[in-house]
């Protein structure tokens, strides 16, 4: 080979490794830049971590301080806890789930006093065995094994009742063991010895009570029966001689013997009623009976005492109540006596009026009845109403005196009430009378309906002298749709008279007349309607209306007071009227109101009716609308809102809510009856009352009224509805309107 060609292999390959060595070089520079930057970026994880590390030891530090801090306080809450429970004397201790005691305080371990094997580390089980070895708990009749047993089950039962122990040394021990969320046990011993010893005395003394006041039941019981039966004898005795022949004098003493021997058996019927009540012996008997007809037998057994005295009695039984309900009728009859009978008794003129109501209970066949006997007797003075419910209480005063009695009768009744589930009460003013009044639920045993009428049953002509009876027979009439005309006398009969279609003379009416006999007087009312029945009103204090020469003209004799049955059976006696020309022509004038029937013209004044019994709200009331032309009339009680509603005929109601007798939403709910009973159009009922939280407003207008005011009165809201609901047959209640 030629140098030359060696030569420059050499020459080629020195220029092959001198390339080598720049590729390898490159490579290590670029090694070496990026070691430097691995090495920059451990350097800045090894910073961050050092600073990461430094904070968790100045955490560390901080958990560590607040650590044992917390142990020191609790330890303190530990040692407070248990130095409270150690100061207090019931037992405590807690057992874990295995049953092993945790703690207890000395009190706990007080009954085991001696026994240093009874203290935390002690299973359950093992302190029943040293309970029954060691004669610590009375276990009574029981083996203790099964007593062990027993008290083993109620410890392991899910829930467990509390539990009297009785100690070896009269201690009694009340254990209440409860289980936690993660199954410790918590245990108390209350110490109950005390109230247990209170306890067994307070039943002994009860017992002692009860035998003594059995005891004087019993004796009462007894010489009640052995007086009773002699009684009788002696009283029947007495009216037995009282039918015979006889002079003033003997007439006397027999009169004398009887009422005597009268006053001593309700006196010796109230002692024993007392005891019976007293020693709860007292039970009801439940039957069907007739309300209506049991007050009407209750009164006609005091007539003798009414017609003596010359006072009025009579009866307003709501039409719309039932007369048939199902209750104890001799007790109901008992407190109706003692009521009616005190009010006799104590009314040396005037009147008593027996007044019975009801109110339907929703969604049940019962009726809660009120029943109120009012007189105008000497009244009771404030101070002692409470006192004249009390046992053998009466009012101790100079007027008081001449009446007789036990103080029992109002005792007796009010216990006979409260045995029914009812309530008594009195209302009265010393020397103007008194109102009793009582309520009880009773079921009804029969709804009757009152008789279908026609929209307008026609003009009844009611001759009788002012008085209870008049008004009471013409509120009933008028709540059957009639429209009546009282008279006082019949000098001049009136035009009406031709149109009546029912005709009521009392005979006190007929014995006064100058210009006409009884007899000549039904005879001239006859001869004037002679389609219309006259019925012949006989009062109480007659006897002999029933044979009268009067009585044999009329259609009828009813006597006084007449019950609801005898209206309606009058009223189905009478045909309906027929409509007159009169009436044809109205009805062909498209007249659809009865008010616009009788007053076709807008002259009247509009006729408001104010429910309210507050004399003051109803000075404001007449004060705000005083410049309004309006007929304005106020009702005191949900009572007077009915009978003016038939009387007044009102366009537009302002209904108290609250109001004594009868409340605002049962006087609507009477007033929506009659309406419905009478084909009337309804009348705008609005409530006015005090009646403002959430509900009242729904509550009170579900019973019928159409509206909701509240209290205090406003002017603007009042006239709103006055002039809202003026009728078209009415002059505008504003004058400066008016034409």
Not at 176 to 187: E, H, I, L, N
Request: with cysteine; aromatic share 4%; proline share 4%.
């Amino acid at each position: 080979m030629k140098i030359e060609d060696i030569l420059a292999q050499e020459r080629r390959a020195r220029m092959a490794a001198e390339q080598l060595l720049a590729q390898k070089q490159a490579e290590l520079k670029d090694a070496n830049r990026m070691l430097s930057r691995h090495a920059l970026t451990l350097s800045d994880e090894i910073i961050e971590t050092r600073e990461v590390v430094e904070e968790i030891k100045g955490e560390n530090s901080q958990v560590r301080a607040d650590l044992e801090k917390a142990n020191k306080e609790v330890v303190i809450a530990k040692r407070r806890l248990w130095d409270s429970l150690e100061t207090i004397e019931d037992g405590f201790a807690v057992f874990d789930q295995s049953d092993r005691m945790i703690a207890a305080n000395s009190a706990y371990l007080e009954p085991f006093d001696g026994l240093k094997c009874v203290a935390p580390g002690i299973h359950y089980p093992e302190i029943l065995n040293i309970v029954t070895e060691e004669g610590i708990v009375d276990i009574g009749d029981l083996r203790p094994l099964a007593w062990r047993d027993m008290m083993l089950d109620r410890w392991r039962a899910p829930s467990r009742d509390p539990l009297v122990l009785r100690l070896w040394d009269g201690t009694h021990i009340k254990l209440v063991d409860r289980r936690s969320r993660d199954g410790d046990m918590v245990s108390l011993g209350l110490n109950i010895t005390e109230t247990i010893t209170y306890q067994t005395e307070l039943k002994q003394a009860r017992h002692r009570a009860e035998a003594a006041n059995r005891a004087k039941s019993a004796f009462l019981a007894n010489m009640s029966h052995e007086i009773r039966t002699p009684m009788n004898g002696v009283v029947s005795m007495a009216e037995l001689m009282a039918e015979g022949e006889l002079n003033d004098e003997q007439r006397l003493y027999i009169e004398t013997i009887r009422q005597s021997g009268e006053a001593l058996l309700t006196i010796i019927n109230d002692v024993l009623d007392y005891s019976k009540i007293e020693a709860a012996k007292l039970t009801l008997h439940t039957e069907p009976f007739d309300l209506e007809r049991t007050i009407l037998d209750v009164v006609t057994l005091l007539l003798p005492t009414v017609q003596e005295k010359a006072i009025q009695i009579t009866i307003d039984f709501d039409l719309f109540l039932p007369t048939l309900f199902k209750g104890d009728v001799v007790r109901i009859r008992q407190i109706l006596t003692n009521l009616i009978g005190n009010a006799v008794k104590f009314t040396s003129e005037g009147h008593v009026l027996i007044r019975a109501i009801g109110l339907p209970l929703e969604n049940s066949d019962e009726q809660k009845v009120h029943i109120t006997v009012e007189d105008s007797g000497i009244g009771i003075a404030e101070d002692m109403k409470d006192h004249i419910f009390g046992e053998f209480n009466q009012v101790e005063d100079e007027r008081n005196r001449r009446y007789e009695g036990t103080g029992l009768g109002l005792a007796i009744t009010q216990q006979l009430v409260k045995l029914m589930g009812g309530e008594i009460w009195v209302e009265s003013r010393q020397g103007e009378g008194s109102c009793f009044g009582f309520h009880v639920t009773l079921p009804v045993e029969e709804h009757v309906d009152p008789p279908k009428l026609p929209q307008s049953p026609g003009r009844a002509i009611l001759m009788m002298q002012d008085g209870l009876d008049q008004r009471i027979l013409e509120k009933h009439l008028q709540a059957c749709g009639f429209e009546v005309t009282l008279l006082d006398r019949a000098d001049s009969l009136p035009a009406s008279v031709g149109e009546a279609h029912l005709i009521m003379v009392d005979e006190h009416t007929c014995a006064s007349e100058k210009s006409h006999s009884g007899t000549s007087l039904i005879e001239a009312l006859q001869s004037a309607v002679s389609d219309a029945p006259v019925f012949l009103l006989a009062s109480q204090h007659s006897a002999s209306a029933q044979n009268s020469e009067d009585a044999a003209h009329a259609t009828r004799v009813l006597q006084l007071p007449l019950i609801r049955s005898t209206i309606f059976d009058m009223i189905r006696q009478i045909d309906p009227p027929k409509e007159s020309a009169r009436d044809e022509i109205r009805i062909s004038d498209d007249t659809t109101s009865d008010v616009e029937t009788e007053e076709p013209s807008a002259n009247r004044q509009m006729r408001i009716l104010a429910a309210e019994d507050n004399k003051t709200n109803q000075l404001v009331f007449s004060k705000l609308v005083k410049a309004l032309d309006i007929d304005l009339q106020f009702a005191n009680n949900g009572l007077e809102v009915v009978e003016a509603f038939l009387e007044f005929k009102p366009d537009l109601i302002f209904m108290d809510i609250s109001m004594p007798e009868v409340d605002g939403k049962e006087a609507t709910r009477r007033i929506r009856a009659l309406e419905e009973v009478q084909g009337l159009a309804p009348t705008r009922i609005v409530a006015l009352t005090a009646h403002a939280m959430t509900g009242d407003a729904e509550e009170i207008l579900a019973f019928g009224l159409d509206e909701h005011l509240t209290k205090p009165l406003r002017k603007a809201e009042i006239i709103d509805q006055i002039l809202g609901h003026c009728p078209d047959n009415a002059r505008c209640p504003l004058p400066e309107v008016m034409a």
